[in-house]
């Protein structure tokens, strides 16, 4: 009795020791189940219709295609990097079964199967970026920096759909974290993973191979470098990133003119003429300003302190960090074009700095206050989205009415708001079907306004998803009733396009009054709260939602009966 008296003290302290052991190993695991969480919540949005363009046009399609042996993509404008995972992963989950044919049977499981890919690795990001956070700065900055990624709006929204902006920030986090092997002193396999990391990037999207930067710095900054160990290791990088290519790209060698003609292809549209709908003309300043909105005010400024502190503390990683950081900055402000997500490979190294900057503060109940102040604001537009992308999208419920109210043959003009299956329907409900059985889409607009309007530019347009605004004429009316098309569909993501930069559409704003003139309204379908106005049209946010004007997903849907046309 007396020596369980005596050895009791000392049971407790270890216990307590024991759990602070393994605390950061409970934190690490809750990060990543609220990040998990988040970016399920809303993953069927749109199903069983992929409403955005690049995730219906550009992965999936051509990852199912793979499915019957054919591992050639025959289309370089993404790197297949991703493509195949999908395939292979599609493989596996439907294995001995006929991919393909469940893709044009049920369309909605194939989608949902590969935004379960991309969830897996996004949330796989979280983790790779505590593993590059504990290794710059030690651990409690790793956990800010895997929380700060965990929240953050941009790459929650991007975690949920079959695109490879969201899973490309994988290999990114795990450049950082090879660049810091690198920078302690890390030999030949440190540059190995790095050169991968860096391929790997690359592989999944080609702009995201700036992480090269980061292992690149680290080698030239690193304490007792010798020029030989450093040309060394650098060559053993590149020797590991254009391996990792070559195996994720085989096909860019032997149909190599249609990987230059499709690289070619992907470099103008980021360098030409600004789309409609984007009166930004600064690039620079468009994602100064969008990374308020993307990851958020709070870590944003936190992640500028960090980087201040690094600059007066460890010039090293100072070094590292503001290289990437502002070099990636300079470049993609200098295209014509510019989206938010396509900063997504400098969210690893911010959250990081924010991590850093709040860890200064050095006292547990400081670093526990700012860790509050720093992802609350974080969590609630994040959240907020989840549950907008929950809800059923206005397209859906415009489709839908359609089905209900508009005769199957009915001719209809649609405006390039939905995929192609979407004007389709069959017996089981499926997508599969001809859009013909349905609606008789308009689908003569080019060689009529050709014909009505030969003075007017738009006219030889191709009437596509981003030039539609500018083929549009007043005369199109007439048009319409001439061939007994008496049904229009129009959606918020396509006139908001003229109504946000009306000098370069102006006939397209004739049009949409003659429009409202010439027809009824009988359907709406708004995405909007009560009593909130539509946002003005942007290129980014009027696609994920971000203004907390949504309470569901989509444009608002307008159906127009136009008067006097046809019985």
Partial sequence: MALAEDTAPAAAPAA??????HAPAAALALILLVSAGLRLWGIRQGLPYAYNLDERAHFVPHAVAMTSGDLNPGYFIN????????????????????????FADDPARVFLDARVLTLLLSVGAVAATYAAGRAFFGRGAGLLAAAVLALAFLPVFYSRQALNDGPAVLPCALGLWAAAAILHGGGRKAYAAAGACVGFAASMKYSDGVIVIAPVVAALVAPGRDLRRILTGLAVA????????IVTNPYMFTDWATFTNDLDRQRKFASGDALLGQPERNGWVYYARSIGWALGVVPALAAVAGGAILLLRRRREAWIFGALVILFWLYMGSQHRFYARWMLPLYPALAILAGYAAMQLRRVPLIALASIVLLVPMAIPTIRNAAVMSREDTRTQTRDWLVA???????????PIAPTEWYGVTPG?????????????????????AE??????????????QNYERTLTPKLIDVYRRDGFCWVVSGSTQYGRADAEPQRAPEALKYYRALKRQADVVFTASPLREGRSLPRYQVDRSFNFADPAYERPGPVMKVYRLRNCGA
């Fill in 79 to 102: 790197p297949p990097a991703f493509t195949y995972m999908i395939a292979a992963w599609l493989s596996v989950l439907h294995l001995g079964g006929d991919v393909q044919q469940l």
């Fill in 452 to 465: 009505l309007a030969k003075s007017y530019r738009g006219a030889r347009r191709t009437a596509n998803f």
């Fill in 238 to 245: 590149a020797g590991a990133a254009i391996a990792v290519v």
């Fill in 429 to 449: 409900g499926g997508t599969k079907a001809d859009p013909a059985r349905q609606w008789q889409r308009y689908n003569r607009s080019q060689a009529e306004i």
């Fill in 16 to 21: 307590a020791r024991d759990r602070l052991r």
């Fill in 405 to 415: 109210h508009v005769p199957a043959g009915t001719k209809v003009v649609f405006e």
